[in-house]
């Protein structure tokens, strides 16, 4: 029998590390090869790890929720699955700096599975705290309660193992209790503790109602109104949070930092700025939206922007370009790898329309949606998010009139758009109400003069104006 070491690959891209978001296994699992064993937030995307062995899972080295470097060893398998084969400790190898545990005939304390304990009444699995349900039939216990079990053999709350919380009701688990006292890390879903930090909430103070203590969305909005949740279900005063809350810096927020710390002091940024008159492009866009030869495709200023922008370039090429500082050169590109800045629950990410000068209209208008869906899911494959030549960032849909964008790193410009205001304007010759944006247009000054940068402001300008003029740019 043999014990594999899996360590955290090299996901490409130049990364060196990723946060382990979930494990998608747990300690005694048997597992295929590439089946998927956890998710991991790389600076770029959230990518599904595959397995290379098929065994069971011997021990889980890491924590969810933590980084780990590239060639990090996460996940121990037996390559031959054995039911009666030594604990994943011993498999291991590791047998120090284990805390004490409970004596008794259970892993963790607390009776064996199958077992009754000395007052006769059923076996129960050994959870985080206190014990889970009965076992029928000595079955496994789910993977949730078996990971639970995990941060008791590796120094988390150990001592709490095999005791009952005097709050409970039922024997159930207060997991969030534990996480108070130990320090740990809360279990919950990315978007759940991007919504507690939105909304002020310490999630080490809330009792998780879901699976195996998991705190889901309703325990952190029930905690705002003033209540939090028993284990039995009643309300019950919420605790006092601390009155502030760190935050590991991690994934996409850390990678995203750095890039613009890079960006702004490593090129020199000029913004400059165009306020226009856009009702004729609003008009062009209701009439295509009432199009039914366009049902199913949703066109919007953003698109059509995107649109003239890539047009825009063939006679601006000096913005479409990077920086080569090593050659010391400047790289024309002859394509238009368009990026979209998107806010995500994971944080900001730039993913990029591959050849979006070869789209028309509709396509272009499409690959932005999708590109868009996958963002917010989380689901951008890495090739997505490199390779851009030029950004678009719409700052108007959160209702802001103008900005200063940084660039990404690597680019020579990104357009900011403002919102659609309907504003007094001077309209041959007297003042009407129009439809109004400005446009924001930050520029690496290297490579961009003020004049082409101005010069390609003003054909944009033109044809939000006039949507006709976009067929001379072609």
Request: hydrophobic letters at 40%; proline letters at 7%.
């Amino acid at each position: 029998m043999a014990v594999e070491e899996f360590a955290m690959p090299d996901l490409g891209e130049g990364l060196t590390e990723a946060e382990l978001v979930s494990w998608q296994v747990a300690e005694g699992d048997t597992v295929e090869l590439n089946q998927t064993i956890a998710e991991v937030e790389t600076a770029k995307a959230l990518v599904q790890v595959p397995s290379p062995f098929e065994g069971t899972v011997a021990r889980l080295h890491v924590e969810e929720g933590t980084t780990v470097s590239v060639g990090t060893t996460i996940l121990s398998v037996r390559t031959s699955a054995d039911d009666d084969a030594p604990a994943a400790d011993d498999a291991a190898g590791s047998t120090t700096d284990a805390p004490a545990a409970p004596t008794g005939p259970g892993a963790d304390g607390a009776p064996a599975a199958g077992d009754a304990d000395q007052s006769g009444a059923p076996a129960r699995t050994a959870v985080l705290v206190g014990y889970g349900p009965p076992v029928e039939g000595g079955a496994r216990p789910r993977r949730r309660e078996r990971a639970a079990s995990w941060s008791a053999r590796h120094g988390g709350a150990a001592a709490l193992a095999g005791g009952r919380h005097p709050g409970g009701a039922g024997g159930q688990t207060r997991v969030g209790a534990v996480h108070a006292l130990s320090g740990e890390r809360p279990r919950s879903y990315p978007p759940v503790r991007k919504l507690a930090h939105d909304l002020g909430v310490d999630l080490a103070g809330v009792v998780g109602t879901g699976p195996a203590g998991l705190v889901t969305r309703e325990d952190v909005l029930a905690s705002t109104r003033g209540t939090d949740r028993t284990d039995a279900g009643a309300p019950s005063s919420a605790p006092a949070g601390p009155r502030e809350e760190r935050i590991p810096v991690t994934g996409v927020r850390k990678h995203t930092a750095a890039a613009m710390v890079a960006s702004a002091f490593t090129a020199p940024h000029a913004t400059e700025f165009l306020t226009v008159d856009v009702t004729a492009t609003s008009e062009l866009l209701a009439r295509l939206a009432a199009d039914r030869r366009l049902a199913g495709h949703r066109i919007g200023v953003l698109a059509f922007v995107a649109k003239a922008m890539t047009v825009a370039l063939r006679a601006h090429p000096t913005l479409n370009a990077r920086w080569d500082e090593a050659a010391g050169e400047i790289v024309q590109y002859r394509y238009v790898n368009l990026g979209i800045a998107a806010a995500t629950p994971r944080g900001l990410v730039v993913p990029n329309v591959k050849d979006a000068d070869r789209m028309d209209l509709v396509e272009l208008a499409d690959a932005l949606r999708d590109l868009a869906e996958r963002a917010r899911a989380g689901a951008t494959p890495p090739a997505e998010m490199s390779g851009g030549t030029i950004s678009i960032t719409n700052i108007g849909v959160f209702g802001i009139d103008a900005g200063t964008p940084i660039l990404v790193p690597g680019e020579a410009a990104i357009l900011a758009l403002g919102a659609v205001r309907r504003r007094p304007w001077e309209h041959h010759g007297e003042v009407a109400l129009r439809d109004v944006m400005t446009l924001s247009l930050s520029f690496d000054h290297r490579l961009v003069d003020g004049e082409q940068a101005s010069r390609f402001l003003r054909d944009l300008g033109d044809v939000l104006a006039d949507p006709g003029r976009l067929v001379t740019l072609v």
